[in-house]
């Protein structure tokens, strides 16, 4: 856009907390109309879909899905990638065989797919330094599976919210700290960690804001939860974190306080392609319904939207 001012997505997010954006609708307005202006947003085509492997959380667990089974099925459903979350792999939270992580790897290849990631569950809101040595020690050893699968990210959490007497501030600078020292290990192996919004000890995007700025580290960042925000206007929240986000995790509803509501996809494409991400788009699908058919049909609704 000729004479225009290309926004860093970080500036996109200042600017939307400066503006504000009220009521997201569309179009929006405030803030995000302003950069919306001044922004360049997402070149065509450098958005991609890849599915989050916890849509088959049950199948993959009771054995009747493989990872390879999994594989086949985003190939033959038109996924560009697949999340290989680390609790479907043989023996997890243990490393799994290097034979087994390279012929995932080369099937992956064959089939045309890329892996955008993996992810384990752990836990930082321990009190404990030794109880969350083993958390990081954790992270870095799937830091090391993605290294050799291929994955550009590790999803990781803040943790559950343990019942110890800490205060937020108290808690969020350990935390901070034990994500760093992980992010830093991702950097000696080209691997980020990317700190998902799961509604534990990072509740609103002010948490998330805090968070990644306590940790302050080129090689960590957010994975984007939509349905993670329980607001009268997750759309806003959505928004003002964006331009924090090295990956997404699209789900089937959103959350307007307490109650779920569809998913506007619309208004969180348009919030995507403004604020200049590129990169993968997983989705992620959860309840009760015929698995393939719920993946197939947010598959569909995605790529409608994303080729509008």
Known sequence: MKGSIKLTRRH??????????????????GGYKKAKSLSEG????????????????????????????????????GFDAVDLTGYYFPGYPAVPPDDYIYNVKKRAFKLGLGISGTGVRNDFTWSDAGKRQGEKQLVKDWII??????????????????????????????IA?????????GKKHGVMTALQNHYDFMKSSTDVEKMLNLVNSDWNGLLLDIGSYHSPDPYKDIALTAGLAISWQLKEKVFVNDIQTDTDYAKVMDIVKQCGYAGYLPLETLGDGDTVKKVEALFQKVEAVLNT
């Open 12 to 29: 996109f997010t200042q600017s939307l907390a400066i503006g504000g954006i009220g009521t997201l609708g569309l179009p929006f307005i």
């Open 42 to 77: 997402t070149p065509a085509g450098r958005l991609k879909i890849s599915l989050n492997a916890f849509s088959f959380d049950k199948l993959l667990r009771d054995g009747s899905m493989t990872i390879f089974d999994l594989l086949e099925f985003c190939a033959k459903a």
């Open 145 to 174: 599976v993605a290294e050799k699968i291929g994955a550009p990210l590790v999803r990781i959490f803040a943790g559950t919210l343990s019942k110890e007497n800490y205060s937020w501030g108290e808690r969020a600078k350990w």
């Open 177 to 185: 700290e034990d994500i760093r020292e992980c992010a830093e290990f």
